[in-house]
């Protein structure tokens, strides 16, 4: 089984390295799931920091894992080092405090999944996702505080965070290696639609060609021609 966690002598006690895609199960040992985690969070007592570097997976194999860190009798630090997508940031959500990397990044977006069927399957399948929508919401509004309208909005978005950022709204507590001086300062926040009109607005556009001139049409310079007449 693939270690995901190791000693270290700070005031942290232990620290785990949450490192990969987030699965029910793992059968070559390169994703992380509910059940090896459990093992090596368990294995030992006293505070714990967990790095997380993920791109996301399995929204109940990340619902476990966030339980079992709220759980946790000791202390959690959450440090965010690469990225944490997805059901990623929520199992970050569980931390007692939530660092991040001054070059780490997070991402919220709904929950999706493949449904095939009748219409009624489908139906079932859309209102299966609303409700587990409002569960990662819960996470999220838990730690930041932030309304549930605008974490849906921020969701519908797919909205990606720098450490900055995160810690203004509320999901992380301090950016890495900054003094505390600095942690004010703005960072930055862009969703899909917004970068998308942005690289939209940067192409060239297409000039608009005057209309081409035609002449005066032959009826009209006959009608002309009579009214110089008379």
Known sequence: MRKFWNWVKNEEGRTLYFDGYIAQDSWFDDEISPKQFKAELTASKGDV???INSPGGDVFAASQIYNMLKEYPGKVT???DGIAASAASVIAMAGDEVYMSPTGMLMIHNPSTAIFGEASDLESGIAMLNEVKEGIINAYEHKTRLSRVKLAHMMDAETW?????????GFADKVL????QEQSDEGFIFDKVTVTNALRNKLP????EPPEDKGIPYDQLVKRLELLKH
């Open 49 to 51: 920091a967990v790095w």
């Open 177 to 180: 290696y900054e003094p505390e």
């Open 205 to 208: 556009r297409a000039k608009k």
């Open 78 to 80: 959450v440090k965010i």
């Open 161 to 169: 965070f720098s450490a900055k950022k995160a810690v203004e709204l």
